[in-house]
């Protein structure tokens, strides 16, 4: 029979890749303006979608009476609902595939003692994420559903930020099973945890952000880079009263937020990038999942600069890869932190 820590790998490498999908889908869905094009909840009879025509009038006729169809998309042929519809029926039976792949083989290895005590708990943990994630999104959906066709930009991010909570603990689960050979490294090394944990909080914060941006169309306000139009800091900015407001509901001030938080994380990183590999103290496997950091971060500063210059012409591939790449930077820089961990610092020895 199989090593149950070689089946426990692959479990956490579908939930993982599961993720890597319902990602990319969810965010065509939102960029299609696709996701509220279902008015109704139904975690079980809701699998099925519509097949005969009769169907297809019922869900197309409660969707007519929706504040979206009444006052953004009025007159939108049933042939034009089909394609919405599509992406949002997508995005929820991936939800459901990413559910089962969490909750099915974890009750498959707690039933039969294969999972040690951490792992049960982290596996626990798991499937409440998971679980949250699914009310999240039904919840972020109805803050649409209302007079203001809008899904709340909180929701929003929160609905991302639980998108990335569960792809981050199947793949720091993952990392503890799946070890890779390496050479020693200096134990000196782990002085650079702290600073990559730091990074990785701004990283949230940003990811967080760009669900306000995306949220709030703030994208489409200024594109230019580095200025704003012909400014550094327009007329206006940060204007709303009390001023808390800027940092969450103003979206040039959030775009703002947005392009300057970035470029300090990629500074930020590659500064300590560079730092750690002229230090001499990393082993191989840290020193390659710093390669991959600095990369990514690289890439993704790219991606971002492009999305501001060209979203109007590319409106939903650029975005979407750009929240892709967001989510391979996150996995590096917790793979980097993992080695800079005590389990990661055992391998070797």
């Not at 149950?4 to 969810?26: A, E, F, H």
């Not at 306000?221 to 969450?248: I, Q």
């Not at 890869?321 to 993992?338: D, R």
């Amino acid at each position: 029979m199989s090593n149950p820590k070689n089946l426990q790998k692959y479990w956490l490498r579908s939930v993982c890749l599961s993720v890597v999908i319902i990602l990319v889908v969810g965010g065509i869905t939102r960029l299609t303006g696709s996701g509220l094009s279902m008015v109704d909840w139904r975690p079980i009879a809701g699998i099925l979608p519509p097949i005969t025509d009769a169907q297809w009038d019922d869900v197309f006729g409660m969707y007519q009476a929706s504040p979206e169809y009444q006052k953004v998309n009025k007159g939108m042929s049933l042939d034009e609902f089909k394609f919405i519809f599509f992406w949002e029926y997508l995005h929820r039976i991936l939800g459901r595939i990413v559910g089962l792949l969490c909750l099915v083989p974890f009750l498959w290895f707690l039933l039969r003692g294969k999972l040690s005590g951490e792992m049960k708990v982290k596996g626990l943990c798991l499937n409440i994420l998971v679980i949250t994630q699914g009310l999240m999104g039904w919840y972020m959906v109805k803050s649409g559903l209302v007079n203001v066709p809008e899904v709340s930009h909180y929701r929003l991010a929160a609905h991302l930020s639980l998108a990335f909570s569960v792809f981050g603990l199947a793949w720091w689960m993952l990392l503890d099973l799946d070890k890779e050979q390496d050479s020693p490294s200096d134990h000196n090394a782990v002085s650079y945890r702290p600073w990559a944990i730091g990074f990785l909080l701004l990283l949230c914060a940003q990811i967080a952000y760009g669900a306000f941006v995306s949220g709030m169309k703030a994208g489409y306000g200024f594109n230019t880079f580095p200025m704003m139009g012909d400014e550094w800091k327009p007329d206006g900015l940060f204007g709303l009263s009390p001023y808390w407001k800027n940092f969450v509901e103003d979206k040039f001030s959030v775009q703002f937020i947005h392009r300057w938080m970035g470029t300090i994380l990629t500074l930020g990183l590659l500064g300590l990038g560079w730092k750690a590999y002229r230090s001499g103290l990393l082993s191989i496997l840290q020193t390659r999942r710093m390669k991959w950091v600095i990369g990514l971060v690289s890439v993704q500063f790219l991606l971002g600069v492009s999305t501001i210059l060209l979203i109007v012409e590319y409106q939903v591939s650029l975005p979407v890869i750009h929240q892709l790449v967001a989510l391979f930077l996150f996995a590096g820089l917790l793979g980097f932190i993992h080695s800079l961990s005590p389990k990661g610092l055992e391998i070797g020895k």
